[in-house]
Structure formats: structure tokens, C-alpha cells
């Protein structure tokens, strides 16, 4: 079936560097795209979301850049900090919300 | 921004019985929606909690093992029947309020069955 997914379970990255988690999606029809963070304990939080008729959306310190020809979505945080250690999942959304496989950022001191 | 409050947040439960997991919105929303998590794994989605009438499941989860209700535009409980130790997980609700596009979350029950 339509899934979205993934390339990298966990992304270690320095504080203060740039992170950058990928994700696949292969619904070519999907029109809407979300990035949570869910940080130990708690459920997902809202990032950013776009929608299949943008390639870019800025929020604060993140970006979300999509590609639809080769159906793959990004997540850029910049001048990542202790507190962006979380896991992250992209979503594909239409009548209801489909969670890809999740990546771990860590962030190293 | 809206809350929503999930109750109970952890259990215990010996296998054979069942639990009620509830979850109150704050405001109005449009659709409410069940997902189970694996510790360490994607959220997967249960069902969507429709007011009035029956839910709607996905494919591999079915009303007997997990009735779900929805009597208001706020509130809505799922059951995990007849429980066994691989129904342990997070259980967690979510919503869509009106007018907005991107879904909430309570914190999730941390169920565990022995």
C-alpha cells in the first residue's frame, strides 16, 4: 500500500550545525505534508507543513523543502540546538494522517 | 493552542481484561483519530473516531478488539479488548480543529499488559 518513509533511523549532529532529515514518500497523488518532533514522553508536535503546489516553506530556525518529481521531502533545522533532540516524522495527510518511520536527532556537545 | 487531555497516562493491566483510554478536547474539533505506537517505532493509525456513528478502522485493527466512541464534538474513548501482552504500546489521540489543517496530539497512555 501508499506508504511514507524514511532513509535514516538516526542523524547525529554537532550543536550549532545545520541538520537536514530526509523522507520518501510514495503517494504521488498526496497533496499535504506535515513534519512533527515528539520529544520522550509526549506526543507529536506540529513543525511545519506544506502543501504539494510549494517546493519551499520557512518557519523559524526550520525549512521544508519538497520535491514532487522525485517524491522526497526535507526537513532543515539550522543552528540546531540541545533542545531540538527529539524524533522527527514526516506525515502525508488527506481525510486522515499516515506517520513515516521516524528519524532520532542527537545532538553532540 | 488547543489541549488535549488523555486519561489514564499509564496502566498496568493483566491480560484477559480491558481498558478504556479517554480523551477530552478543549474545543471543538473536527475529526479525532486514534493511533497505537511501538516503543521506539512510527505511529500507526487505529481509527478515525467519528461522532455519532461507528468508527472507521484501518486495515488489521477491528471494533471488537478496539470499540471506540465518539458522543461529542470533544470527547472520545477507545477500548483495548481482551488484552494481551502485545497490546502493550502508547495509545495516543489526536484531533483536527476547525478551520486549522495540521492535527494535535495528547500525550499518549503507556499501556502494558501482563
Known amino acids: 500500500g501508499e506508504s511514507v518513509g524514511l532513509h535514516l533511523p538516526t542523524l547525529s549532529v554537532q550543536e550549532g550545525d545545520n541538520s537536514i532529515i530526509n523522507c520518501a514518500y510514495s503517494n504521488s497523488a498526496s497533496d499535504y505534508f506535515i513534519w512533527y518532533k515528539q520529544e520522550s514522553g509526549k506526543g507529536p508536535q506540529f513543525i511545519i507543513d506544506i502543501r504539494s503546489n510549494m517546493d519551499k516553506r520557512q518557519g523559524q530556525r526550520v525549512t521544508v523543502l519538497l520535491n514532487k518529481t522525485v517524491k522526497h521531502l526535507s526537513l532543515q533545522i539550522a543552528a540546531t540546538q540541545p533542545g531540538d533532540s527529539a524524533v522527527y516524522f514526516c506525515a502525508e495527510q488527506d481525510d486522515k494522517i499516515i506517520f513515516g518511520k521516524g528519524t532520532r536527532l542527537h545532538i553532540l556537545p | 493552542s488547543a489541549v488535549i487531555s488523555q486519561k489514564p497516562s499509564r496502566d498496568i493491566c493483566q491480560r484477559g481484561t480491558s481498558l478504556t483510554i479517554q480523551c477530552q478536547v478543549d474545543?471543538?474539533?473536527?475529526?479525532m483519530f486514534w493511533y497505537r505506537q511501538q516503543p521506539g517505532q512510527s505511529l500507526t493509525l487505529i481509527a478515525t473516531a467519528n461522532q455519532g456513528s461507528e468508527a472507521t478502522y484501518e486495515s488489521g485493527f477491528v471494533i471488537d478488539k478496539f470499540p471506540i466512541s465518539r458522543p461529542n464534538l470533544t470527547f472520545s474513548t477507545l477500548t483495548v479488548s481482551n488484552m494481551s501482552p502485545e497490546d502493550s504500546s502508547i495509545y495516543l489521540c489526536?484531533?483536527?480543529?476547525?478551520?486549522?489543517?495540521?492535527?494535535?496530539f495528547g500525550q499518549g497512555t503507556r499501556l502494558t499488559v501482563v
Open positions: 489526536s484531533a483536527l480543529r476547525m478551520g486549522r489543517t495540521e492535527a494535535f
Open positions: 474545543s471543538q474539533v473536527t475529526m
